[in-house]
């Protein structure tokens, strides 16, 4: 009778882990489902703003293609114009550069 009390309650409790067990499995995927759900929609979001930057950034971007049979006014213009904002961008460099020396020299007197 004792054999019989003690399987009795090994199996009890066993049923009762295997209970606990499922329900703490069955959370947990439920709430990976929900999760899953978020980010596809995250990723979805994330997709459409995608392309919206690509194609913001395709039309900021000049046309690169072949010229052959271009109006060359048009060229010298563009090539002007390139030529200003390059100037500009090496000005703002120099400046950069030498506001880094002038912070150097004082950080080293």
Request: net charge positive; glycine share 6%; hydrophobic share 50%.
């Amino acid at each position: 009778m004792l054999w019989f009390s003690v399987w009795t309650v090994l199996v009890l409790a066993t049923l009762a882990g295997a209970f606990f067990l499922g329900r703490r499995l069955w959370r947990s995927g439920t709430a990976l489902a929900r999760e899953l759900g978020h980010a596809a929609e995250v990723a979805e979001q994330l997709a459409a703003r995608v392309d919206e930057l690509q194609a913001a950034a395709a039309a900021l971007r000049p046309d690169t293609g072949p010229t052959l049979f271009a109006d060359p006014a048009q060229m010298y213009d563009r090539y002007a114009e390139l030529r200003v904002a390059a100037a500009g961008r090496r000005v703002a460099r120099s400046d950069r550069r030498e506001a880094t020396r002038r912070s150097w020299r004082a950080y080293w007197r």
